[in-house]
């Protein structure tokens, strides 16, 4: 079995620092890809080293997270514009609006013009984008409506209503489904609800599970949730995956 992380923070000192012990790991017990996903510009230049280190198994996901996008300057805009157009980049990512953990309303205009950035990036090199979109489901689906993008997208951990997930879906976004999936009612909503040719699987590490960092050995744990919730032999939601992120990207 081969399986696939779509969104896993690599750039991160945890996994960074051991990175060729952990890739060699993963290889062995049986992970395929990683959607390596930056988050400023120090992981940005991180995360274009290891996948031009590691390009069989590392694909790299450059952007900045909309926790920290209030910040961002003109500057590092462009530089973002730089590291996007190579052509070892294959994600606009980690990128979004988050009007839940971002609670202050005064930040929410400077987070919505750096995606919006984004979003012109991914028209101008055609490559899909990764979105965060916790507390703004809505305000995205709108975005990405008007604007009748062409490229791919793929909702991380997506945790908003079933009815903006549907509207999403006509959209045809994808979804990757995290090991929360376990325990979260909404989550598992996911899973029944988008149709298994346009569901992922990630890890979000290093956010944790369970009180552990999360890492792509989590991989085959989702596959069995989804397999278990979609009612559908596991193998089948391997392949599944494996097809999905390649059509994803
Ligand atoms: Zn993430």
Redesign the pocket.
Known sequence: MEYIDC?C?LAENYFYKHIKEFIQEWNEKGIKQIGA?ATNGKTAKRTIELATTFPETIVAGIGRHPWGAHKTTEEELLKFEEWISKPEVKIIG?VGLDHYFIREPEKWEKQCEVFRFFLDMAEKYQKPLMI?STGAEKEIFELLETRKLKTNVCF?WFSGDISILTKLMDLGAYFSINPAVAQSKRHQQVVQTVALDHLLTES?GT?KFRGEIGTPLLMPFVCKEIAKRKKIPFEDVVQAVQTAFEKYL
């Open positions: 969104h923070h996903m980690e965060h991380h979000d956010v």
